[in-house]
């Protein structure tokens, strides 16, 4: 059974840090595109950042761009998020999702395997 699984989430001060990390079963995660998406209460599921299969390619949204950084670590078959310099408003459920493609993938529809979520809050 394929299962992505995150963790790393937890209670940080703004301006702290936290690493996220999306440890893949069954599928081996270098072979797809991994995405980091968020969502808050009230809110609509956004994506973070996504990294592709085939280069290592990066994309992040606008509001997480210089803080955030996603990278692969095959030897552990995850895909990481290091969050620097957190926010109020980054508080959210963090979800990982592999998309079987080598390239880029925006589209939240075009993933094929979530994981559960971890929860991150960021206050003081």
């Known amino acids: 059974q394929v299962q992505l699984v995150e963790s790393g989430g937890g209670l940080v001060q703004p301006g702290g840090s936290l690493t996220l990390s999306c440890v893949g079963s069954v599928l081996t995660l270098d072979y797809y595109a991994v995405g980091w998406f968020r969502q808050a209460p009230g809110k609509e599921r956004e994506r973070v950042s996504c990294?592709?299969?085939?280069?290592?390619?990066?994309t992040y949204a606008d509001s997480v761009k210089g803080r955030f950084t996603i990278s692969r670590d095959n030897a552990r078959n995850a895909v990481d998020l290091q969050m620097n310099n957190l926010k109020p408003e980054d508080t959210a459920r963090y979800y990982c999702?592999?998309?079987?493609?080598?390239?880029?993938?925006?589209?939240?529809?075009?993933?094929?395997?979530w994981g559960q979520g971890t929860q991150v809050t960021v206050s003081s």
């Open positions: 990294i592709s299969g085939a280069t290592g390619a990066a």
């Open positions: 999702a592999a998309a079987a493609r080598p390239v880029l993938v925006y589209d939240q529809y075009e993933y094929n395997y």
